[in-house]
């Protein structure tokens, strides 16, 4: 059973550039979060996503978007990137329907470095 | 809003010693509560949870209880591991929706 997966792994963007990052859910899971976690703090959580929509959101500018595709998966955008975006991000997911819904299973995560 | 506080680290013990990891929170209504743990390049796993008052979430020889009235999830073991040198974050879950607020980690070494 694949847990969950996000890609790429690193990516190194500059300043006012664009950004899109990607996340398989673990098999099951419907509902997808994404957070970010800068060095030496904990995640922030930025939104989460079920059924195709944004559910909630946390304290993160416009510039972040977001999108779930019909099989769970899910992007994060980020626009005009500025230095302060350079972190880890996360992606989480978990079930609704079914399962612990308490319960979120995290990924890797893509380590974006802004130049 | 919701928070939480942990102790600030590095913490660094021995083998075999007793840990204690302190996280008090503040959240509207009854939230579930959380440790996860990351060790050196991974990602975050969940390590143990609590969902109501005076439960207690175990994993691993760790142990946490959901204390309502201190406002408190303090994560114990009672002999370390050098194994288990890693970060730990405290963590909450309030509201209908899945939003998890994190302390901001711990990093725990421990030396052999």
């Known amino acids: 059973d694949a847990g969950v997966t996000q890609s790429p792994t690193h990516l190194i963007k500059t300043r006012g550039q664009q950004v899109t990052l990607r996340c398989s859910p673990k098999s099951g899971h419907d509902t997808v979060s994404w957070y970010q976690q800068a060095l030496g703090q904990g995640p922030q959580f930025i939104f989460q996503y079920y059924e195709e929509e944004e559910r909630q959101r946390g304290n993160f500018p416009d510039r972040f978007s977001g999108h779930q595709f019909p099989n769970y998966s899910s992007e994060l955008n980020v626009n005009a990137l500025l230095l302060g975006d350079s972190a880890l991000y996360l992606c989480?997911?978990?079930?609704?329907?079914?399962?612990?819904?308490?319960?979120?299973?995290f990924g890797p995560g893509t380590r974006l470095t802004v130049l | 809003g919701d928070s939480v506080t942990q102790m600030e680290g590095p913490v660094t013990l021995s083998e075999e010693a007793f840990l204690t990891i302190n996280c008090t929170y503040t959240a509207t209504g009854y939230p579930s509560l959380f440790w996860y743990v990351q060790y050196p390049g991974e990602g975050l796993q969940l390590l143990l949870k609590?969902?109501?008052?005076?439960d207690k979430g175990s994993n691993k020889g760790f142990e946490a209880t959901y204390r309502k009235e201190t406002t408190s999830f303090h994560l114990e073991k009672g002999s370390v591991q050098v194994s288990d040198s890693a970060v730990y974050f405290c963590a909450l879950k309030s509201g209908g929706y899945q939003k998890v607020t994190f302390g901001t980690g711990t990093k725990l070494q421990v030396i052999p």
């Open positions: 989480a997911s978990s079930s609704r329907r079914t399962g612990d819904p308490d319960t979120q299973y």
């Open positions: 609590a969902t109501k008052a005076d």
